[in-house]
């Protein structure tokens, strides 16, 4: 069972940026890795997400401010945040994809992200 570990969350002003960090446990070949975010009373959804070419995809509301990366060597992936705006804070879980048939889901514990006004 692998385990996603992720760093670089906190408190960062308005225009600030932050760079989160997902380390997986094991060895596996993820077909994608991605980040979500959950705000207090709202669903949990997509930020941006890569596959193991390097296609990636993003939430119109981050296009343009956040990037992510991956290495694939190391089985981590990134997310780089800059020009951070109070409406993205939220808690940021760490999401990885194997397989097929079947398709196993992990996630990791979630990491806080503060943007203040």
């Known amino acids: 069972q692998a385990q996603l570990v992720e760093s670089g969350g906190g408190l960062v002003q308005a225009g600030g940026s932050l760079r989160l960090s997902c380390a997986a446990s094991e060895s596996f070949r993820f077909n994608v890795m991605g980040w979500y975010r959950q705000a207090p009373g709202k669903q949990r959804e997509l930020v941006a997400d890569i596959n193991s070419g390097g296609g990636t995809n993003y939430a119109d509301s981050v296009k343009g401010r956040f990037t992510i990366s991956r290495d694939n060597a190391k089985n981590t992936v990134y997310l780089q945040m800059n020009s951070l705006k109070p409406e993205d804070t939220a808690v940021y879980y760490c999401?990885?994809?194997?397989?097929?048939?079947?398709?196993?889901?992990?996630w990791g514990q979630g990491t806080q992200v503060t943007v203040s006004s």
């Open positions: 999401n990885a994809r194997r397989g097929s048939a079947p398709l196993y889901i992990y």
